[in-house]
């Protein structure tokens, strides 16, 4: 991938003189730039990806949160259920998909970036957008056929089914901007910046929150009202990007008359996103599938897993937040070939990230009871809802090398072992669990420890994966640079 190019070339033959004009300027920004990411201290860099991505995935929460608690207030029970329900099932296993591939443009644009390989950054940048407006047309069209069936299929009850298909018919007809929305902060991100996705992603949010109350409170557009608030606040976030990504002067400036398919970038793209698309949705269906053994356990459990998740959800967050600053800060030292300080980078964040884990561990144990009381009142929901995180939280800690060691390799480009280890170790074997063992141990440990025993399990495969370094001399020969280069990797 790396060296498909030679660094900032001389004109191939051919070559317009404007193309010529503008590959030359691209060169002239490159050397102009200090990449602290490629340069420095490793831990500044590191820290600056990981606050703005926990903020910007907080505003996301909210984004969702705020939609459900107005649906909730001011329209009633079954549009809630509509809002927060089936509909969520067939937009996240849609969208997940997208956010996959767009992590796979992160990953193909900041290794062009770290290589300064300006024509190839250039190609890229301008495939991604490509994707995003394909897929936008794509999506939006399967998503409104696909409504209605779907739902019948999922038996929604109904009283939600009209809420239900409305709001997702509104929902998709924003897809595109949406969409142009994730790739465009994923070529942000992917050149260092992390700022202007955050205050794009927190303009939406509050266009998000102001259009829902006028349009349901004020106009009473009901759940119709709640998903236009929801496209328009998506097509805010999606002009802000563009318009930073049409501004002149950068390396990754966008040309709309360039927009198009580079073959290689594409099977790039596409060779890191999906797997990492279909791993998103293969969580989504084993959390499916173990939610449908918590339910058999009755109202009271049900109700405490649920204020259980809502705390969970928070070191989620922060993890996730740890994978996608080590990913991007991988993708670009690989492709400055600075592979010590790609190891090292690694081996820091999974300190740090260890070391918040174990507060956080601390924090959720010991506040457990007050963490709870803010989702419910009832004392034996409190009371369960403990004894499940106490039995659960602990374990965050082997949760750590699976995020931080997939984030690592496939930060090389290489997102397929990474899928197949984690599905795998976490999502089948948890599924296999609760099918093979529940019937024999029909209680609820039997369910929470399926969690730590995938954890622990998939922990030891990348533990054992990533020191072989087999991964990294891999990379290097998938990237098609010289074979000498394998020789520095120890």
């Known amino acids: 991938m790396i060296a498909a190019r030679p660094e900032f070339s001389r004109a191939r033959p051919g070559q317009p003189g404007r193309v010529y004009a503008v590959c030359r300027r691209r060169k002239e920004l490159f050397a102009a730039l ?65 956010v996959g591939l767009s992590s796979g443009a992160t990953v193909v644009i900041a290794q062009y970036y770290g290589a300064r390989q300006g024509e190839d950054l250039r190609e890229a940048v301008h495939t991604g957008i490509a994707l995003s407006l394909a ?21 929604t009850p109904e009283d939600v089914m009209g809420y239900a298909l409305t709001y997702l018919r509104v929902y998709f007809c924003g897809t595109m901007a949406s969409f142009i929305y994730n790739m465009g902060s994923s070529i942000l991100r992917a050149i260092g910046d992390t700022k202007r996705p955050l205050y794009f992603l927190i303009a939406a949010c509050l266009t998000n929150i102001v259009l829902d109350l006028f349009f349901v409170v004020v106009l009473d557009m009901a759940v119709f009202g ?24 950068t390396v990754y400036c ?34 499916m599938v173990l939610q449908s053994c918590i339910n058999s356990f009755g109202t009271v459990t049900v109700a405490a897993w649920t204020a259980f998740g809502k705390v969970d959800g928070f070191y989620w967050m922060v993890s ?36 918040v884990t174990a507060l956080i561990s601390l924090l959720f144990c010991g506040a457990a009871p007050i963490l709870l009381r803010m989702f419910t009142s009832d004392s034996a929901v409190i009371a369960l809802g403990r004894h499940v995180m106490w039995f659960t939280v602990p374990f965050y800690v082997t949760f750590v090398c699976i995020e931080i060691f997939s984030g690592a390799v496939r930060g090389t480009g290489d997102s397929l072992k990474p899928m197949l280890l984690t599905c795998s170790g976490v999502c089948v074997l948890r599924v296999l669990w609760v099918l093979l063992v529940l019937p024999h141990r029909n209680v609820l440990e039997t369910v929470l420890v399926s969690y730590p025993i995938s954890w622990v399990v998939t922990s030891i495969l990348y533990l054992v994966y990533y020191f072989r ?14 074979p000498e280069e394998t020789a520095v990797v120890k």
């Open 320 to 355: 996730g937040a740890f994978g996608v600053s080590i990913t991007t800060f991988v993708s670009q030292n690989f492709g400055a070939r600075k592979y010590d300080r790609l190891k090292k980078g690694v081996m820091v964040c999974l300190g740090v990230t260890f070391g």
């Open 469 to 482: 370094g087999n991964w990294l001399r891999r990379g290097i020969q998938r990237a098609g640079l010289p």
């Open 135 to 155: 897929a936008g047309v794509v999506i939006t069209g399967v998503g409104i056929a696909l409504s209605g069936p779907v739902l019948r299929m999922m038996g």
């Open 226 to 249: 709640v998903g236009l608030a929801t496209v328009l606040s998506q097509v805010v976030s999606a002009v802000l990007v563009a318009v930073s990504l049409l501004q002149p002067g």
């Open 34 to 98: 200090h990449n602290q990411i490629t340069e420095g201290a490793i831990l500044k860099p590191l820290l600056s990806f990981f606050f703005p991505i926990l903020l910007g995935t907080f505003f996301q929460q909210l984004y969702n949160t705020v939609d459900a608690i107005i649906v909730g207030n001011f329209v009633g029970t079954a549009a809630l259920g509509a809002v927060g329900g089936p509909t969520a099932v067939l937009i996240n296993f849609l969208v997940n998909l997208f």
């Open 254 to 287: 966008v040309d709309l008359r360039a927009i198009r398919f580079h073959p290689d970038k594409l099977k790039s793209i596409l060779r890191i996103g999906l797997p990492a698309g279909i791993q998103s949705n293969m969580y989504t269906i084993s959390n």
